[in-house]
C-alpha cells in the first residue's frame, strides 16, 4: 500500500512538473509581434462603413471626444441623473417633511 502511493505521488509530481520543461521562450513571440499604431489612426479604407459620424481619421481630438462620449453613454450615475432632471423639470419635488424624534422601544 505504502509503495502504491509513493508511486502515485511520483507520478502526480511528474506529471505536474514535465509541462514546465516544455515552454517555449518569450522571447521568440516578442520578435513575431507587430508594432501598434495609434488608436486615432482608424481603420482600414473598406471598413468606412464601420466608423462613427463626426470622427476624422487620424485626428486625436476628435478620438478623444468620441471615446469620452461613449464612455459617459455607459456611465449610469449620468444617464439616471439626466433622465431624473428632465422628469423632474416639469414636476418639481415637494420639499422634504422635518423629521420628528425617534421614540426609543421599552
Given amino acids: 500500500m505504502k509503495r502504491a502511493l509513493t ?3 511520483a507520478l502526480i509530481a511528474t506529471a505536474l512538473l514535465l509541462p514546465g520543461c516544455g515552454e ?5 513571440a516578442a520578435r513575431l ?3 501598434d499604431a495609434k488608436a486615432s489612426s482608424g481603420a482600414p479604407a473598406e471598413a468606412k462603413v464601420y466608423t462613427a459620424s463626426g470622427w476624422t481619421q487620424g485626428d486625436d481630438a476628435s478620438w478623444q471626444n468620441q471615446i469620452r462620449g461613449r464612455t ?3 456611465n449610469e450615475y449620468s444617464r439616471i441623473t439626466a ?6 423639470e ?3 419635488l415637494a420639499a422634504a417633511p422635518a423629521s420628528a424624534p425617534v ?3 421599552p
Fill in 83 to 88: 433622465t431624473h432632471t428632465s422628469a423632474t
Fill in 103 to 105: 421614540a426609543k422601544a
Fill in 33 to 35: 509581434k507587430k508594432a
Fill in 90 to 92: 416639469s414636476a418639481p
Fill in 72 to 74: 459617459q453613454g455607459q
Fill in 24 to 28: 517555449r521562450s518569450q522571447a521568440e
Fill in 7 to 9: 508511486t502515485s505521488a
